[in-house]
């Protein structure tokens, strides 16, 4: 089983930039697809950033602007958001699933404690 504890969130203005980290521990994440997901009030989980061992995923909403990457030496999954809107703002989650790249939630059993983005206008 693996635990995800995320890093990076924080108050950014809009336009800017911010990387967010998922670091994993108890068992490899190369083992894993890997996925970012987010979550602002009164909305549902949305993934926002898919990894697998063949590509990646993004939704319309974010294409262009962010991009996940896998550090498999460090154990660690990345998430770079760059020219960032006030609509990004959400709790960002990293998941993990052995099934290839969902946007179901319920396909990821095991997940980070999240870490709050807010952009401002």
């Known amino acids: 089983q693996v635990q995800l504890v995320e890093s990076g969130g924080g108050l950014v203005q809009a336009g800017g930039s911010l990387r967010l980290s998922c670091a994993a521990s108890?068992?490899?994440?190369?083992?894993?697809?890997m996925g970012w997901f987010r979550q602002a009030p009164g909305k549902e989980r949305e993934l926002v950033a898919g990894?697998?061992?063949?590509?990646?995923y993004y939704p319309d909403s974010v294409k262009g602007r962010f991009t996940i990457s896998r550090d498999n030496a460090k154990n660690t999954v990345f998430l770079q958001m760059n020219s960032l809107k006030p609509e990004d703002t959400a709790v960002y989650y990293c998941?993990?699933?052995?099934?290839?790249?969902?946007?179901?939630?319920?396909?990821?059993?095991?997940w980070g404690q999240g870490t709050q983005v807010t952009v401002s206008s």
């Open positions: 990894i697998s061992w063949s590509g990646t």
């Open positions: 108890g068992r490899a994440l190369s083992s894993y697809v």
């Open positions: 998941a993990a699933t052995l099934r290839a790249i969902t946007t179901y939630a319920n396909a990821y059993p095991y």
